[in-house]
């Protein structure tokens, strides 16, 4: 039998040996310590903002328009916090990116397709990286309940755990990989842009009518 | 001497020691929780070492009269109470006062304080005879205390006055205004009536949104680490209360045992008190067939109106004897360290902090769309929502359960109002109006989401009727409030608390002009401008928005991603709110005190049969893996799934008294 992957869900069909391995592979991450990844989120603003003011100031000495000031600053701001976002694993850096994105397409209606591939992008970047494994792990070992089926299987099972064997080192790509993690990062990360773009349709069409 | 009795053997009596020495309990209390006593034995042992006699009270023995003179929160604390005016053997009056304590000078003091009469007689009873017999004899003193100190003490912060006169004559000017200027020209006061909505409603709506962003950028803050919990001494910990308040909930009293029982405590330091009602005769059958171990209190509250939860507390407020006091719903699941994490929590927290706030959660999220729904909502406000309040420091609405407080600060706010039928939301403005603080903490409590349509708009139609009684208590005196709690903090309050029913109030009727603009263009424009009918659809969409991409955040903290697809749905959960409201606002006119009863137990999660029998002890430990290893020390887990641990209570006064030491040698 393969290790269970600590970070998805369990089955609800499993059978009892799986729940137990399922149940080891939690405490095993629980036990190994993990740490959510902690961005400097002061210093991500910091740099942002300096970014930003030298892009207006050189733009703006260039007599470039308020819309062409505009457009590279909101897309500094989508990059820059969707990688936060899909490394770091920070819920409110892809509430940022969504907004700059939202930004960007109301500035240009065009871009909304392009912007959306952008946070397929990512979002599949969010399946697969580590930043958001740690903090499944963090979450699984401090506020999430566990089942029944756990239950039994912790309760069963000696506390001793063989930490050379920790998942960190052990645990393969896939095991990282979560689909509602991307489909709930796609969500995020689109719902700005998707909600400019409606809302854009939508006042055209109600006053073309 | 018990074990010159015999009722305790040397080992036993060296393991009672060394669990003396190691949780700070007495010794008395370290027996029974062991079971190696019993209480009558216990108190033989007691009475012969303080050299008192024993009674075993009867509440028809005590002389009401005399009773009358003593107050029943002081002998609820003190664990005593008055029996009879007697003659000594020289023909003097004494009065015989029965204490599950040591006799002490203090009691005599107040007794011939209290009757002028200077000869007083102490005899010992059990910590249970005097609490029945003061929920017997005391018992219109104790409904009158429970329903009415507030409401006597301080009338301003007491719901009991739904509508206070200024307020009245308030809505009737408004009403007024709007009629007359409707004759005298439509468009103006229409345009004004729809302004002032749509602002409101920006304003709830944006108010919200940032609370909860500033929350999302938190989410991985610990108020609590779990060093800080482990490091905590368990001799240190102080007596803990339990207050589950239940009503017709006879099928889910086991679990509640089950629950508790995996709290990480000493048994000695844990008291639970069932609050039970008096016409619910099932449940008490139910809990008393249930064999709660002697840790659990069974308290019937005597039947009076207004019949709420708080009113209950209030009473199961008199007899706690905890420093801290948390109230939990019957099927409540909270994390086993959720009473450590508090008191790290309050020793960190300052003088001023009175309350700490768990997180609430569900445990049955996927039963249906509806606790789908339910567990997104939780999930915004108890991650996001509070945790942004605790950093603005914005006064927190308490939620409904795991609300932890310092015993005797909730007593001097004047507990909970029974008028109030969210009386925790009115008690966590309350206290932050009178300059106390309420914080968050770090731990969860699992409970059953609604899951029946009706069942969740009775629950919802009441929380939002209390929303409404507490922004109208709180807003008797808004200058006052400014001063005391300062302005930003009144706009927090106002825009969250008010905004909110005010927001569902709204809704469809920007909903009703949008379809109407949608299906006949231009048909509002002779009654509204242009530019209003594009506000109000703006900020209908606007706010359906935020309120969607909040409940796409809230599965975010808890990782819960399955969830987030739903929250796509959230419009149309919130037009269930809106129904709610209309009930809530049409209930606060005619019934504001009335109850609406949530019935609890209909999860498939929750099912009784499956609750293991008490006697096999606590069930395996619920808590997150790291718990097992990390938070909690080994032996802790070996000593819950132990069944020996099932909990017995401490005896009343001998914890707090000097015969702690008689005890000990007893």
């Not at chain 1, 912790?154 to 001793?160: F, I």
């Not at chain 2, 006799?103 to 107040?110: K, R, V, Y």
């Not at chain 2, 009706?454 to 208590?473: A, C, F, P």
Request: net charge negative; charged share 20%; hydrophobic share 50%.
């Amino acid at each position: 039998m393969t290790a269970a992957n600590p970070l998805s869900e369990l089955r609800p069909d499993a059978s009892p040996a799986e729940a137990e391995s399922f149940a080891e592979s939690r405490m095993r991450l629980a036990t190994s310590g993990p740490t959510p990844p902690r961005v400097p989120m002061r210093r991500v603003l910091l740099i942002c903002a300096a970014v930003l003011g030298v892009e207006t100031a050189v733009l703006l000495a260039t007599d470039r328009s308020l819309q062409d000031v505009l457009l590279p600053g909101y897309l500094i701001l989508m990059v820059a916090f969707g990688l936060v976002f899909c490394l770091g694993a920070v819920t409110v850096a892809g509430f940022a990116a969504g907004a700059a994105a939202a930004g960007l397409v109301v500035l240009q209606h065009d871009v909304l397709l392009p912007v959306l591939a952008g946070a397929v992008l990512l979002a599949l970047g969010c399946g697969v990286a580590p930043g958001w494994a740690r903090v499944e792990a963090w979450q699984a070992a401090h506020s999430r309940s566990l089942t029944a089926e756990e239950e039994v299987a912790v309760g069963q099972r000696a506390l001793s755990v063989d930490r050379s064997r920790g998942w960190s080192r052990g645990v393969r790509l896939r095991n990282y990989w979560r689909g509602d993690r991307v489909v709930a990062a796609f969500l995020v990360l689109s719902f700005h842009p998707l909600m400019a773009g409606f809302s854009l349709w939508f006042i055209g069409w109600t006053s073309g009518r | 001497m018990l074990v010159e009795q015999g009722a305790l053997t040397e080992e036993q009596l060296a393991a009672a020691l060394e669990q003396h020495e190691r949780v700070g309990a007495p010794l008395g209390a370290v027996v029974l929780a062991k079971g190696w006593v019993t209480r009558r034995e216990l108190y033989v042992a007691l009475a012969e070492v303080w050299g008192a006699d024993l009674a075993f009270v009867d509440p028809v023995d005590v002389d009401e009269e005399l009773a009358r003179r003593f107050p029943a929160a002081m002998l609820a604390r003190e664990t005593w109470l008055p029996l009879r005016i007697e003659e000594d053997g020289d023909g003097r009056p004494q009065v015989v006062v029965a204490t599950a304590g040591r006799p002490s000078a203090h009691i005599a003091e107040e007794v011939v304080q209290r009757t002028g009469i200077p000869r007083v007689r102490q005899v010992v009873t059990t910590d249970w005879d005097v609490q029945r017999a003061l929920r017997t004899v005391w018992r219109d003193e104790l409904v009158h205390d429970a329903v009415s100190a507030l409401a006597e003490r301080r009338p301003d912060e007491s719901a009991s006055t739904v509508f206070v006169w200024p307020q009245i004559a308030a809505a009737i000017a408004v009403v007024v205004a709007l009629v007359v200027g409707a004759v005298l020209d439509l468009p103006t006061t229409l345009l004004v009536l729809v302004a002032t909505v749509n602002v409101a409603v920006a304003l709830a709506v944006g108010t919200k949104a940032l609370i909860s962003t500033v929350g999302t950028a938190w989410e991985t803050v610990e108020q609590v680490s779990d060093e800080e919990v482990a490091a905590l001494d368990d001799a240190d910990l102080p007596i803990y209360t339990i207050l589950v308040p239940v009503y017709k909930e006879a099928g889910i009293v086991g679990l509640l045992m089950r629950n508790l029982a995996d709290l990480d405590y000493p048994r000695e330091k844990l008291e639970i008190l069932l609050l039970l009602e008096e016409d619910d005769p099932e449940t008490l059958t139910a809990a008393l067939a249930a064999a709660p171990p002697d840790i659990v209190r069974i308290i019937v509250v005597p039947h009076s109106l207004p019949k709420t939860k708080p009113r209950a507390c209030n009473v199961g407020l008199t007899f706690a004897r905890g420093e801290y006091v948390v109230i939990y719903d019957a099927e409540d699941r909270p994390d086993a360290d959720q009473l450590k994490k508090s008191i790290v929590a309050f020793r960190k927290g300052g003088d001023d902090l009175v309350c700490v706030q768990a997180a609430l959660n569900y445990f049955n999220a996927k039963e249906n769309l509806l606790t789908r729904m339910f567990t997104l909502e939780y999930s915004s406000w108890f991650d996001y929502t509070l945790a942004g309040l605790d950093k603005l420091r914005l006064p927190i609405p308490l939620g409904g359960t795991s609300n932890h407080f310092r015993a005797d600060m909730l007593r001097d706010l004047g507990g909970w109002d029974p008028y109030n039928v969210t009386e925790d939301a009115d008690l966590g403005i309350r206290a932050s109006a009178r300059g106390h603080r309420v914080a968050v903490v770090n731990s969860t409590t699992y409970e059953e989401a609604n899951m029946a349509v009706g069942n969740w708009i009775r629950q919802r139609s009441r929380w939002i009727k209390g929303y409404m009684q507490t922004v109208l208590v709180h807003t008797r005196h808004p200058w006052r409030l400014i001063r005391s709690v300062g302005p930003r903090q009144t706009a927090g309050f106002a825009l969250l608390i008010g905004g909110t029913p005010l927001m569902f109030l709204a809704t469809p009727w920007l909903y009703a002009m949008m379809v109407v603009e949608l299906l006949w263009p231009g048909v509002m424009v002779p009654a509204l401008p242009q530019w209003l009918v594009d506000v109000s659809l703006a900020n209908l969409l606007l706010g359906n928005g935020v309120i969607i991409y909040l409940s796409l955040l809230a599965g975010f903290k808890r990782r819960t991603y399955g969830l987030v697809p739903f929250a796509l749905l959230s419009p149309f959960y919130w037009l269930l709110h809106s129904i709610a409201s209309y009930k809530a606002l049409w209930q606060l006119i005619v019934n504001p005190f009335y109850w609406e009863k949530t019935n609890h137990g209909l999860s498939s999660h929750v099912q009784v049969e499956d609750v293991p029998e008490l006697a096999d002890g606590p069930a395996p430990v619920r808590a997150a893996a790291s718990h097992v290893e990390t938070v909690q020390p080994r032996r802790d887990v070996v000593r819950l799934m132990d069944p020996s641990a099932v909990p017995v209570p401490p005896p009343a006064a001998v914890e707090d008294t000097p015969g702690q030491i008689e005890e000990d040698r007893a």
